[in-house]
């Protein structure tokens, strides 16, 4: 696998889609800025422990394409899965015998030391914890990174309610495994939680029930209860590594077992420091460059953030099983392109909730639905931009051009695009349905075929980019600590013994 930032961007699109000269991060490094004046004495004694694991679990990402030998297509790994199922499991890395027969290594003994170092870290720390929700989360997670075993710590961290820092750590999302979709990558977030913030999104999560049952599809498609326990949080980040670090998430939809969201329901995390980053230092100057001057004056962060809350409760709606009876998951029926057709549902979503309940926009403080249109417009470009590897950009795009066709989204002679609301919201209503339907069925020629209609970027929209590019705008942003001096950072695990390189 090779690695965006590894590249030189020159955004040059061909007209036939997604492929060719491939786009790479422009980035700007910003501070990350969050308030810990909060923070207990035990809670100050934990960072150092709770970074180091972070720093520890981070390091088995740089040594990109550990998850399979690189020459494995895809159709000899299905081959040899029917007979070794765990060559297919989430937390296997998959590696040639001396007979030359595929074999899977589990995470906990491929990186074991790695994993040995952290999950005593996590041990020490919720020795320190005051919140016993927490340090009983922090026990499992230490044992799951030494036994590959996630489920139990995943139910802990969903059932924790009083904890101000919070940590996601190990192998969690699956964006980086491109041969099949399933393998999970490492990753560490270090994070302090705005309790004020939740008291005033608390209610929210109450109505889940309310917009699973509103969802513009029939009713099969929309027969499964989200959890009860699901929640909303806003959170500043204090450190970003492994794959986080590399996609930079404003926002975290998780656990992404499908067995925890049916039981427990899933956490919506807002980051609000990425997020503020992020909308001032990219979605601000391309809206400036690229929507007309009426548009851009209701482009505002408040809508951001309303429309990203939006996004992340979307995930936890619609079907996680096919309508069909079969017991398959949608994610089993997608494969590769599961994680596309989620991220393309939850942005379809996001305007309609956000219409479900006008008085959110008050709580926020945004200009209504407006300020949320034109906002979740302006940031169809920036997705766009990640590139055809990104799942996020593959369903803007797609996103872009059925708007597009709809009339919901019009070019002026100028170069400079406007919104007619109306049209906006009726084709995300039909592109949501879409989607649904085609999640619940587990098409996925379906899903093939929309994004091969849909899927391009067409001239005007590549000229329209490298006028970006060539304002220097940046695609993304990369963080420095702001909060705890450097004092440990592992070597790079070395996989020679497990791994063709």
Not at 306 to 323: D, P, R, S, W
Not at 386 to 396: D, K, L, Q, T, Y
Request: hydrophobic share 45%; aromatic share 8%.
């Amino acid at each position: 696998m090779w690695r965006w930032w590894l590249l030189v961007v020159v955004l040059i699109l061909p007209v036939a889609g997604f492929s060719g000269e491939a786009p790479v991060e422009r980035l700007v490094t910003v501070p990350l800025q969050a308030d810990l004046t909060g923070l207990s004495d035990g809670e100050r004694r934990m960072l150092p422990l709770l970074r180091e694991a972070a720093l520890a679990v981070g390091s088995v990402f740089r040594p990109g394409g550990y998850f399979y030998p690189a020459d494995l297509t895809r159709e000899a790994l299905e081959k040899a899965a029917v007979a070794a199922p765990l060559l297919t499991d989430p937390h296997t890395v998959v590696v040639r015998g001396a007979d030359g027969h595929l074999q899977a290594v589990p995470y906990h003994r491929a990186f074991a030391p790695v994993h040995e170092l952290a999950a005593a870290r996590l041990r020490a720390a919720a020795d320190l914890a005051g919140d016993a929700g927490l340090a009983r989360y922090l026990r499992l997670r230490a044992e799951a990174l030494l036994t590959d075993r996630y489920r139990a710590s995943d139910m802990a961290w969903m059932e924790m309610r009083d904890n101000r820092l919070d940590l996601i750590i190990g192998p969690v999302e699956t964006y980086e495994d491109r041969l099949l979709g399933v393998k999970a990558a490492h990753e560490a977030l270090l994070l302090v939680r705005d309790r004020e913030w939740d008291r005033r999104l608390e209610g929210y999560t109450r109505r889940l029930g309310e917009y699973q049952s509103r969802l513009p599809v029939p009713p099969a498609y929309r027969a499964q209860t989200p959890g009860a326990e699901s929640d909303l949080g806003v959170y500043d980040v204090l450190l970003m590594t492994g794959d986080a670090a590399h996609t930079r998430p404003i926002a975290i939809n998780l656990p992404n077992d499908e067995e925890v969201q049916l039981q427990k329901g899933a956490r919506r995390l807002q980051l609000r420091n990425v997020m503020r980053a992020k909308f001032e230092r990219i979605l601000l100057p391309m809206a400036r460059e690229l929507l007309d001057a009426e548009s851009f004056a209701h482009v505002t962060f408040e809508a951001l953030f309303l429309n990203t809350l939006f996004h992340e409760v979307a995930h936890g709606l619609g079907i996680k099983k096919l309508v069909d009876g079969s017991g398959l998951t949608v994610t089993d029926a997608l494969r590769e392109d599961a994680w596309m057709m989620e991220e393309g549902k939850a942005d379809a979503l996001s305007l309609f909730l956000g219409d479900q309940d006008e008085a959110l926009d008050r709580v926020a403080g945004s200009e209504g639905k407006t300020a949320r249109y034109l906002t979740e417009f302006a940031s169809l470009f920036r997705a766009i931009r990640f590139g055809p590897e990104s799942a996020h950009a593959r369903a803007n795009l797609i996103r872009f051009n059925y708007l597009r066709e709809q009339g919901a989204i019009v070019r002026t002679a100028g170069g400079r695009y406007r919104a007619d609301l109306e049209r906006m919201e009726s084709a995300s209503r039909a592109l949501a349905e879409r989607i649904l339907r085609l999640q619940g069925d587990g098409d996925a020629e379906g899903v093939r075929e929309l994004e091969r209609r849909y899927g391009l970027v067409l001239p005007e929209l590549a000229a329209d980019l490298r006028r970006v590019e060539e304002l220097a705008i940046p695609t993304d942003v990369a963080f420095e600590e702001s909060f705890l001096p450097l004092t440990f950072f592992p070597q790079p695990v070395n996989m020679s013994d497990h791994t063709e390189r």
